[in-house]
């Protein structure tokens, strides 16, 4: 998994109908000292995360191993909140 | 999933069976400012989706969850034409 | 899936059982201008494909949905040669 | 498989259910020579494997595989901890 | 598939239970032109490869398409050691 905040948020009204319903977010990705990194991603969202969150998401067919994504053509989810993580002894990031 | 914009179309006579009656679409990535990468991918398309159109694109074992993929050797679909998103508050697109 | 040109062939005799009879194919990946990135890939050849021919593969579990490669250890397969494909309304490859 | 050192730990209390019980390790990706090369990934724990040690991680549906992540929304898992590795007839690390 | 020649030999001896009796090889991935590039991959061995041999590796879910990485933790698989390849008519390569 890798670190995001949430950026923001998209709408995409004509797509896949197994995709109906499903909240999809703008990652910007994060490093282990919560830099943004200049990539990004869009996800959707299985843990109700709101914009300005730091969170764990996963890709590939891991991203479809939740109630929300099953067998949808989905590869990325956000599956973890982060409250806070720790490098070297030392605190990077708390909600 | 990645942002991208439907920059053309492609076509091969001579291709796996299965693959017969899927629609090529040549992307060009984007990045969350709606400028291009400088990348691209070649997805079938799920959604009826026109040159010049943005859209999201899932990629691996995931573009294949679609009726039109499944089960074929096809690595990216385009599953959604999107409408409008926004990063930080500010509307990056609209349709 | 990504465009290729096929530059040259390989040749394993010790290799998984499951792998005997497939051909190996050196891809040299493409951009969307017909030019070569330096990047490659060896890939399993699912349409008799020639050295020279302008080629589609796909990566990953979809490199086993072919009927030469299921269940076999291979991540990659040529599974289309292409005709011609389009970019911005100019034609950038034709066979 | 990737080598890495576990660099430090991270908590989520709101999460997909089915990864409650999950240790999450934050690891520093290492090269051949035993040093860091800047990247980094959150994996779960399946080998009980603490701060400073050297790993190995897979990642993807392979990442499933184990007892502890099989059909959760997991991309990454330590899933050994390294002794020793040689290159060229050199030790490069000895646990 | 990706070329690679066999540099070393790692040893875990603390694993996924499932992992045990596979044998873990370094390998340094190579170009087309039998050049080194920096890059490298930790590959459970498939058909009995020694160092200084060059090989073809799987990725991904492909690499546990053999009986003896089928369902582990395992995402790099060494399939088939190379006898030869050639590009643009010249022999690259010969065992």
Redesign the interface.
């Known amino acids: 998994?890798?670190?995001a905040r949430v950026?923001?948020?998209?709408?995409?009204?004509?797509?896949?109908p197994?995709?109906d319903g499903l909240k999809?977010l703008?990652l910007?990705q994060l490093?282990?000292d919560d830099t943004e990194t200049g990539g990004?991603?869009?996800?959707a969202d299985?843990?109700?995360a709101g914009?300005g969150e730091v969170v764990?998401y996963?890709?590939?067919?891991?991203?479809?191993?939740?109630e929300l994504?099953h067998?949808?053509?989905?590869?990325?989810?956000v599956?973890?909140?982060?409250?806070?993580?720790?490098?070297?002894?030392e605190e990077?990031y708390r909600k």
């Open positions: 998994m890798l670190l950026a923001g948020t998209l709408v995409a009204t004509r797509k896949e197994t995709m999809f703008v910007r490093d282990v990004y991603v869009v996800a299985a843990v109700g914009v764990l996963a890709t590939g067919s891991s991203a479809r191993q939740t994504t067998n949808r053509p989905c590869d990325a989810v599956m973890a909140i982060v409250d806070t993580w720790e490098v070297g002894g990077k």
